[in-house]
Every structure is written in C-alpha cells, then in structure tokens.
C-alpha cells in the first residue's frame, strides 16, 4: 500500500492562493491513479480531483473547475493542488488518495489509500 502525506494547509482570507501537496513513496504515481478529496464534519468525503497514473488526464468537480488544479511530480513523487481565490465554503479537510487502475476516479470507495488529511480554513 501506498503511504500518503498532506501537507500545506493553513489559514488564508478568502481569494487568496494555497498549493496542497501529497507525497508518497517512489513509484506511486506509476501504479496508482491519485486524487484529491475533501471532507467537512458530518459530511461525507466528496471528490476534488483526480489524476491518471500514465497520461495525467485530470477530472474536476464542476464545483471547483477553473478554481482548483491538480498536477504531479514523479520526480519529486509528489502530488499537489492548486487552490485559487479560496472561499469560506472551501474550509474542510482535505485528502490526497491512490488508487489501482481500473476504477471509477470520483467515487472514494474507489481509493484503497488515503493521507492523514490537511485542514484548510479561509477567512472572510
């Protein structure tokens, strides 16, 4: 299993900028599809972002398209997540996740590894 770490949450005012990043061990981004995923308390986990393991198709949530970028570094084996002109509705923790090829990007139960998650919190 893939082990995946989140960092670069924080507390910024509303339309300001935040890059989220999620590193995982070497290889990850060659076997796995990744994601980014975000949860507010008492809600369930809903899909951000998500990345393909060869191509690097990427697929928004139409709530976040043209906000929020999802992008890779395999040399670095690191993930990440553009966050642009941040809103107070964007205040959530989120989490970056693997999964094997094959299965559907938008759906959490798809990911088989997920980070500890990052806590992002926008000010008005």
């Known amino acids: 299993q893939a082990q995946l770490v989140e960092s670069g949450g924080g507390l910024v005012q509303a339309g300001e900028s935040l890059r989220l990043s999620c590193t995982a061990p070497y290889r990850t981004f060659m076997w796995y599809n990744t994601a980014w995923f975000r949860q507010a308390p008492g809600k369930e986990r809903e899909f951000v972002s998500a990345i393909s393991r060869t191509e690097d198709v990427t697929y928004n949530d139409e709530v976040v398209k043209g906000q929020f970028t999802i992008s890779k570094n395999r040399a670095k084996s690191t993930l990440y997540l553009q966050m642009n002109n941040l809103k107070v509705e964007d205040t959530v923790v989120y989490y970056c996740?693997?999964?094997?090829?094959?299965?559907?990007?938008?759906?959490?139960?798809?990911?088989?590894?997920w980070g500890q998650g990052t806590q992002v919190t926008v000010s008005v």
């Open positions: 996740a693997a999964a094997r090829p094959g299965r559907q990007a938008r759906i959490s139960s798809s990911y088989d590894n």
